[in-house]
């Protein structure tokens, strides 16, 4: 063949059959998440530019101000009407911006900004060397207890590559109860995740504790990152599709045209049942609920204590959120199938997160122990199947994720010559020694019981009623026992404190700066307000539970 033959073939094969269409984005929606994305590059370009003496304060001040304008953007959004009557499908239907995705996204960015307060912190351990230090190693790439480690605290470096590393994680756990297609569910919890692995390792004290508890999120993420990925998948097979609409309408059966590259495979149920249910047991891992739950209490023990709050309160929102907008807007045809599943796990979640705390003798453990049985808790909630199911897991959420924080902010308070004094043994008296710390950690403690008068009484009582009138009366009742069993430790860790002689070796509490003070405050406040007046949030919940599709 002629090199002219050849041309014109290449020239022929060349010419645009249609023009690629500009993919169109509408930036004032995605707002939230873009002012984080760029806050944690502008965060990276801080630790690179910026002095060593000034990085601290800079990444403070770039982190409050990203979550405070991004929170300032969903609540624009809301008010503009985005989570109800405009609620539709952004950025070419990857993302959906309606009520929970902006009110889940509310929830995560003020339990965030509080977090980051007990981040910043820097009053707890004394000075060394005549510098302030947080709760993050000096210098996260030297080993534990090496002279480079030494030569670190000495020159009083810190880790504050922890203030952009929290923010790529808020922005992914922003995206992942809006995602509307399951590749952009999948690239958000990658996103979410790989910063929390890092963070996790990075404690100043019981580093190597520490590094173990990171490389356990690691491998068992890694696991369940591989299920979400297997699942995807194989309901990419089912459908034809990973849009969330377009997998519902073939669950229906109202799809009929079958793509013929996947004629073999569309509408194969066997797909679908074992597609759905690796996705869920993503899901679930993240969540922290029974099977899926055996990272949960060496992390939180292991973690730095900050992020063990950060990452009890916000990864719960996020995934919970996720989880509802997959059994919801994508899998309601199969409910049938499911719920049976979602009832076993919520009830073994709730009994074996109670009964295993109740031999927890770390403070720590415990609160992980209870956050696995509150797993439990809020998936009654889901299992509801109603409006009002929505809307009392919203509210949940909002209620948990500040009774976390701040109960995880008190225990960083609780000091010894070691750091923190986490044994149980250790808070014997405490309510002697430091009255007010004592008082505050038991408000938070019989949040997390249910006693009536707190937000954990508000938010049971909402999600046990949705759960009742969705046929789920069975689930309530085990919930009820479960909640009782639960108290038992509560109360026993607030009748330590109270009733039992402190030691003379005993604990100090620190006093905190304005920053742990502020988390704690926000904490009691949001935890006594949701408490005693919950209507308006129950109602603003309400309002937004209703899933664009």
């Given at each position: 063949?002629?090199?002219?033959?050849?041309?014109?073939?290449?020239?022929?094969?060349?010419?645009?059959?249609?023009?690629?269409?500009?993919?169109?984005?509408?930036?004032?929606?995605?707002?939230?998440?873009?002012?984080?994305?760029?806050?944690?590059?502008?965060?990276?370009?801080?630790?690179?530019?910026?002095?060593?003496?000034?990085?601290?304060?800079?990444?403070?001040?770039?982190?409050?101000?990203?979550?405070?304008?991004?929170?300032?953007?969903?609540?624009?959004?809301?008010?503009?009407?985005?989570?109800?009557?405009?609620?539709?499908?952004?950025?070419?239907?990857?993302?959906?911006?309606?009520?929970?995705?902006?009110?889940?996204?509310?929830?995560i960015l003020l339990a965030s900004l509080v977090a980051v307060f007990t981040f910043a912190e820097r009053r707890l351990d004394p000075a060394a060397h005549g510098e302030r230090v947080d709760s993050f190693a000096a210098q996260a790439g030297s080993v534990p207890g090496s002279d480079s480690e030494k030569a670190a605290v000495k020159a009083g470096f810190t880790t504050t590559e922890v203030f952009p590393l929290a923010l790529f994680a808020v922005a992914g756990m922003l995206v992942f109860p809006a995602a509307n297609d399951l590749l952009?569910?999948?690239?958000?919890?990658?996103?979410?995740?790989?910063?929390?692995?890092?963070?996790?390792?990075?404690?100043?004290?019981?580093?190597?504790?520490?590094?173990?508890?990171?490389?356990?999120?690691?491998?068992?993420?890694?696991?369940?990152?591989?299920?979400?990925?297997?699942?995807?998948?194989?309901?990419?097979?089912?459908?034809?599709?990973?849009?969330?609409?377009?997998?519902?309408?073939?669950?229906?059966?109202?799809?009929?045209?079958?793509?013929?590259?996947?004629?073999?495979?569309?509408?194969?149920?066997?797909?679908?049942?074992?597609?759905?249910?690796?996705?869920?047991?993503?899901?679930?891992?993240?969540?922290?609920?029974?099977?899926?739950?055996?990272?949960?209490?060496?992390?939180?023990?292991?973690?730095?204590?900050?992020?063990?709050?950060?990452?009890?309160?916000?990864?719960?929102?996020?995934?919970?959120?996720?989880?509802?907008?997959?059994?919801?807007?994508?899998?309601?045809?199969?409910?049938?199938?499911?719920?049976?599943?979602?009832?076993?796990?919520?009830?073994?979640?709730?009994?074996?997160?109670?009964?295993?705390?109740?031999?927890?003798?770390?403070?720590?453990?415990?609160?992980?122990?209870?956050?696995?049985?509150?797993?439990?808790?809020?998936?009654?909630?889901?299992?509801?199947?109603?409006?009002?199911?929505?809307?009392?897991?919203?509210?949940?959420?909002?209620?948990?994720?500040?009774?976390?924080?701040?109960?995880?902010?008190?225990?960083?308070?609780?000091?010894?010559?070691?750091?923190?004094?986490?044994?149980?043994?250790?808070?014997?008296?405490?309510?002697?020694?430091?009255?007010?710390?004592?008082?505050?950690?038991?408000?938070?403690?019989?949040?997390?019981?249910?006693?009536?008068?707190?937000?954990?009484?508000?938010?049971?009582?909402?999600?046990?009623?949705?759960?009742?009138?969705?046929?789920?009366?069975?689930?309530?009742?085990?919930?009820?026992?479960?909640?009782?069993?639960?108290?038992?430790?509560?109360?026993?860790?607030?009748?330590?404190?109270?009733?039992?002689?402190?030691?003379?070796?005993?604990?100090?509490?620190?006093?905190?700066?304005?920053?742990?003070?502020?988390?704690?405050?926000?904490?009691?406040?949001?935890?006594?307000?949701?408490?005693?007046?919950?209507?308006?949030?129950?109602?603003?919940?309400?309002?937004?539970?209703?899933?664009?599709?």
């Amino acid at each position: 063949m002629s090199t002219t033959a050849v041309h014109n073939l290449w020239t022929t094969a060349a010419q645009p059959l249609d023009r690629i269409p500009a993919p169109h984005i509408e930036y004032a929606q995605l707002a939230p998440m873009l002012i984080v994305v760029g806050a944690a590059i502008l965060g990276v370009l801080v630790e690179a530019f910026v002095p060593r003496r000034s990085r601290h304060y800079t990444q403070v001040f770039l982190a409050v101000v990203a979550l405070a304008a991004a929170f300032a953007a969903v609540v624009g959004l809301a008010v503009g009407g985005y989570g109800t009557t405009k609620a539709h499908i952004a950025a070419m239907g990857a993302i959906a911006v309606d009520g929970p995705a902006l009110f889940l996204q509310g929830t995560i960015l003020l339990a965030s900004l509080v977090a980051v307060f007990t981040f910043a912190e820097r009053r707890l351990d004394p000075a060394a060397h005549g510098e302030r230090v947080d709760s993050f190693a000096a210098q996260a790439g030297s080993v534990p207890g090496s002279d480079s480690e030494k030569a670190a605290v000495k020159a009083g470096f810190t880790t504050t590559e922890v203030f952009p590393l929290a923010l790529f994680a808020v922005a992914g756990m922003l995206v992942f109860p809006a995602a509307n297609d399951l590749l952009t569910l999948f690239i958000a919890l990658e996103v979410f995740s790989l910063p929390l692995y890092l963070l996790c390792a990075l404690a100043r004290r019981k580093r190597l504790m520490s590094q173990e508890a990171a490389v356990k999120y690691f491998l068992l993420g890694a696991f369940s990152s591989a299920f979400l990925l297997f699942g995807i998948a194989l309901l990419y097979g089912y459908a034809g599709s990973v849009a969330y609409a377009r997998i519902a309408d073939v669950v229906d059966g109202t799809v009929q045209t079958i793509d013929p590259a996947l004629a073999g495979t569309m509408g194969n149920d066997a797909l679908l049942l074992i597609g759905g249910a690796l996705i869920l047991t993503g899901l679930l891992f993240k969540v922290g609920a029974v099977p899926f739950h055996m990272w949960t209490p060496d992390v939180y023990q292991g973690a730095p204590t900050p992020v063990t709050g950060f990452m009890a309160a916000a990864t719960k929102v996020a995934a919970f959120g996720a989880l509802l907008r997959l059994l919801y807007v994508v899998l309601p045809g199969l409910r049938w199938d499911w719920r049976p599943v979602m009832w076993a796990i919520a009830i073994v979640t709730m009994l074996g997160g109670a009964i295993v705390a109740i031999t927890q003798t770390d403070i720590k453990r415990l609160l992980a122990y209870s956050s696995i049985a509150h797993a439990g808790f809020i998936l009654a909630g889901v299992i509801a199947v109603t409006p009002d199911g929505v809307s009392s897991v919203l509210f949940y959420l909002l209620a948990y994720s500040f009774v976390t924080i701040g109960a995880f902010a008190v225990v960083t308070l609780v000091r010894d010559a070691g750091g923190e004094a986490t044994h149980l043994s250790k808070w014997a008296g405490l309510g002697r020694r430091s009255p007010l710390v004592a008082a505050v950690f038991a408000v938070f403690l019989l949040a997390f019981a249910g006693i009536p008068l707190t937000s954990g009484f508000s938010g049971k009582f909402a999600v046990f009623r949705a759960a009742a009138e969705g046929g789920a009366g069975v689930l309530v009742v085990i919930g009820v026992i479960s909640s009782a069993i639960a108290a038992f430790f509560y109360i026993r860790v607030i009748v330590l404190m109270f009733f039992s002689e402190p030691k003379p070796e005993g604990p100090t509490v620190a006093v905190p700066s304005p920053l742990t003070t502020t988390a704690i405050a926000v904490g009691v406040a949001v935890t006594l307000v949701l408490g005693v007046a919950p209507q308006y949030f129950l109602d603003l919940a309400g309002q937004a539970s209703v899933f664009v599709r």
